[in-house]
């Protein structure tokens, strides 16, 4: 058991003396290190100046620009938006100004109509009671005409009836002084 | 190979933390030429081809409403890009593909190293060093350009009481050269150690008593270890923009 530690612990020490302590301190392969970063780097910069660098930077202006269109135009549609508001309400507002009008216009030649006509109507209604009137006078005076003159004949034919001879102008006289009377 | 084989056999403790870290050739042979294509190169490939996917494939739709991926995209460009403006300035923003270029490169390798059996880039000094040291040169030379002998003004603190200016000069010069050995060390050093003390839990394991608290260790390391490997790129990024105001604006 311990010799073979002491022989792994002489391989270590082989080991340890084929690479130094610090393969970082090895001078003889810093050419070969050197030469291979060299390459590296420019490579890296050249992928990185040529393609990745502006694509990235064009995705990224591109972005912004966009966002800032967006926001732009958001903006725009929003004035739009309450412009269109602002004109819908003008419209309301002159439309219910209108109605109101239309209605009071409306009203008021209705009256104009109605008036006339309640004055065309009150004229004929006088005129027409006017004419009655006229037409019952005539009809009063003509009936007193016929009961004057049924009444004279009564008088007669009941005065003849009583066997007397009936004076005609003394018989209209006294009717006429009882209708009178 | 040898020696695990006999350790798991014995059940006794080999520690290999660092074995992690060797460089390897990725198709066998021991010598390892300037363009060999070792492990490292594998896991930078990796690297290159996780970025394309992220950040080319998962845009390709362009899409107004973003996908999943098309999100951690743009959610990776945002970070960078308000990193770079916030911290180095509006005028900075022509260093954003190589500020975006860095962070990239060191998020994924970090990630990538976390899954198990694979190789971290970002652990080697190697690495961190020549990546520091592109952000120095870059920062010096930048300043230099932009603002001529006035980027020394960076060195001179004006705020302070005059007899103080050269001590504080001195210090400024060291801490300005101090910069690419910390921001290169930070990096590879938190890397490395996070995966060597995971690497150390798990040789514990093979002892059974403890192995219950050894993975709980790894868990919980390994947790930290994804928090780490965010926050270093994040540091390192944060850093090079810093420096990359240093040098736009030097006056202090």
Request: charged share 15%; glycine share 6%.
């Amino acid at each position: 058991m311990a010799s073979e530690t002491k022989e792994a612990a002489s391989h270590a020490a082989d080991a340890a003396a084929s690479a130094p302590g610090m393969p970082q301190l090895d001078f003889s392969n810093w050419g070969n290190q050197i030469f291979w970063l060299v390459i590296t780097l420019v490579v890296i910069y050249f992928i990185l100046s040529r393609i990745a660098l502006p694509r990235i930077a064009s995705v990224l202006s591109e972005r912004q620009g966009t966002i800032t269109n967006d926001l732009a135009m958001a903006e725009e549609l929003k004035l739009k938006a309450q412009e269109a508001e602002a004109a819908y309400q003008q419209a309301l507002t002159d439309a219910r100004a209108e109605a109101n009008k239309i209605v009071a216009d409306a009203r008021a030649e209705i009256q104009a109509d109605l008036d006339v006509a309640t004055a065309k109507a009150e004229a004929e209604i006088s005129a027409k009671s006017a004419e009655s009137e006229k037409k019952i006078a005539e009809i009063r005076e003509g009936a007193m005409e016929a009961v004057t003159e049924v009444a004279k004949d009564a008088a007669k034919e009941i005065v003849s009836a009583l066997g007397q001879k009936a004076d005609a102008r003394s018989v209209t006289a006294a009717v006429n002084a009882r209708l009178k009377g | 190979m040898a020696t695990e084989a006999q350790g798991a056999e014995e059940g006794g403790l080999v520690f290999h933390p660092m074995d992690q870290f060797i460089v390897k050739p990725l198709f066998g042979g021991e010598n390892i030429g300037l363009f060999t294509p070792t492990n490292v190169t594998l896991w930078m490939a990796l690297a290159v081809v996780a970025i394309f996917a992220l950040l080319v494939l998962g845009t390709r739709g362009r899409a107004m409403v973003p996908s999943r991926a098309q999100s951690v995209a743009e959610l990776a460009y945002g970070f960078v890009y308000k990193m770079v403006e916030d911290v180095a300035g509006k005028d900075a923003v022509g260093f954003f593909p190589y500020i975006m270029t860095l962070f990239m490169f060191i998020v994924s390798a970090n990630f990538l190293g976390l899954i198990p059996m694979s190789f971290t880039t970002t652990s080697h000094f190697a690495v961190t060093v020549v990546l520091a040291l592109a952000v120095f040169l870059t920062v010096t030379v930048v300043g230099f350009v932009k603002n001529g002998t006035k980027f020394l003004a960076l060195f001179w603190v004006s705020s302070a009481p005059l007899p103080l200016r050269p001590i504080l000069a001195i210090i400024e010069l060291i801490s300005y050269f101090v910069r690419p050995v910390s921001h290169s060390i930070r990096l590879a050093g938190n890397v490395m150690a996070g995966h060597a003390v995971i690497k150390v839990f798990a040789g514990f394991a093979a002892i059974s008593v403890i192995s219950p608290v050894s993975v709980l260790a790894i868990t919980a390391m390994y947790g930290l270890e994804i928090l780490v490997a965010f926050i270093q790129a994040y540091v390192f990024t944060i850093l090079t923009c810093v420096y990359l105001k240093d040098a736009l604006h030097p006056a202090h």
